[in-house]
């Protein structure tokens, strides 16, 4: 009777604390293709990094030297030729634009991607105010992630003043 009870505490205890490793462990990624005309494709994952903060990586390539506006958009629906199928910066506090670490920020506000002389930038930060989930209000899978023609000043609202969306990826 003691081993069966002794197994069953330690089934319920291990199982308690599956549920917190696998939202930490959760991936989406984003291929990220052509849209306006561009040359711009490459690949993003997102992995949840703790209860809240999401790590960024990846690679994206063929766009014009500098910084650049990055951000997730509301839809995940990069079907209209120049990405505006996929609506506005992804706001679920209906927050004001802003930079990626501020208080008052959309939580598709992501850090400007910056571009080096042959047109790649490599991509790795983390940020907060995002979940790799489906089901959570700031969950980000199913919705679209953007880069765009200009850098990102972090103060214009609604857009940041980033111009064109020139790449286009649906987080999966």
């Known amino acids: 009777m003691k081993r069966i009870i002794a197994t069953a505490v330690v089934a319920g205890i291990t199982a308690g604390c599956a ?7 959760a991936v989406a990624t984003a291929k990220l293709e052509p849209r306006s005309g561009s ?9 949840q990094a703790g209860p809240d903060i999401v790590r960024v990586t990846g690679q994206v390539s063929g766009h014009t030297k ?9 839809k995940g629906d ?4 120049k990405a505006m199928s996929t609506g506005g910066h992804f706001n679920p506090g209906n927050h004001k634009h802003g930079g990626p670490y501020e ?6 506000d992501l850090s400007n991607l910056t571009f080096n002389d042959k047109g790649i930038a490599t991509v790795n930060f983390v940020v907060g105010g995002i979940s790799v989930s489906k089901n959570r ?13 200009d850098v990102d000043d ?19």
């Open 154 to 172: 972090y103060k214009t609202d609604p857009t940041g003043n980033a111009g064109g969306r020139v790449a286009c990826g649906v987080i999966r």
């Open 137 to 149: 209000p700031d969950g980000i899978i199913g919705r679209a992630v953007i880069v765009h023609m």
């Open 103 to 108: 208080p008052e920020r959309h939580a598709g």
């Open 66 to 74: 500098g910084p650049k506006g990055f951000h997730i958009h509301e």
């Open 19 to 25: 549920g917190p490793a696998a939202q930490q462990d």
């Open 39 to 47: 040359q711009v494709s490459g690949t993003v994952t997102f992995t």
């Open 78 to 81: 990069c079907s209209d030729p």
